[in-house]
């Protein structure tokens, strides 16, 4: 059929192949650009929104550590129980934590606000205090369920130290919805959600009351984000995800990361309305 062509259609059809190609090879090009400028767009996102949050849970944190270890110093210079009792009841301590408490070197326990004990409670023997001690510092612990709250806490603990004599440990529990409320705060344009994880990659705060305590290998099976990971793409029920890791700097004993998780397919919206 070609032979039979023209000389003159020969050129032209050629012209118009070379024509086709270049456009081609020109919308493969600008789609292959955009694609990567959406990309480093998302890291860029990802990374400020991660920074943003985790810097909130730092202040967020340090401002209730820095509280507890001035009761310990408070303690450590007068531990009688009238004092300690009158300095567990402050209402800067009250209005901060669920419960704030000594747990004496000498088995002693005072808690406030007040609540009966089992009459075998010895603090000597809680994870709270050992760690404390072991670590001669303050200790954050892993968020626990309460069983007299019925909610997820965390142990805020720091021995209270007379020169080189542990007269005890100061503790104080938080309750996690506080630090709900400052992930939820986030806006994503509706395109996603921040959530907090452990260093283990188990899950501590999230949206979705069912991911909880969950790890990140059961959320996703199949390509299991890095905690490293500042841009990593998972599927969630099917859904394809854009997620990105930052660390909370600065908390004693823990690692913790801030999640963000986006829609994939709202986060390329742009790409696909240009394709």
Known sequence: MPSRLKFSHKILLAASLVVIATFALFTLYNDYLQRNAIRANLESYLDEMGEVTAHNIENWLSGRILLVESAA?????????????SLLEQPALTSTFMYTYLGGADGSYLLRPYEEMPADYDARTRPWYQDAVAANGTTLTEPYMDASL????????TPAKSGAQTLGVVGGDLGLKALVEIINALDFDGMGYAFLISGDGKVLVHPNQQMVMKSLSDIYPQNTPSLDSRYVEAELNGTPRVLGFSPVQGL?????????????????ASLTSFR
Request: no cysteine; charged share 25%.
């Open 252 to 268: 004693p004993s823990v690692k913790w990361y801030v999640g963000i998780s986006l829609d994939r397919d709202k986060a390329y």
């Open 73 to 85: 110093q408070s303690i450590a210079s007068d531990s009688s129980a009238e004092r300690v009792a």
């Open 150 to 157: 019925n909610e997820l806490v965390v142990t805020v603990a």
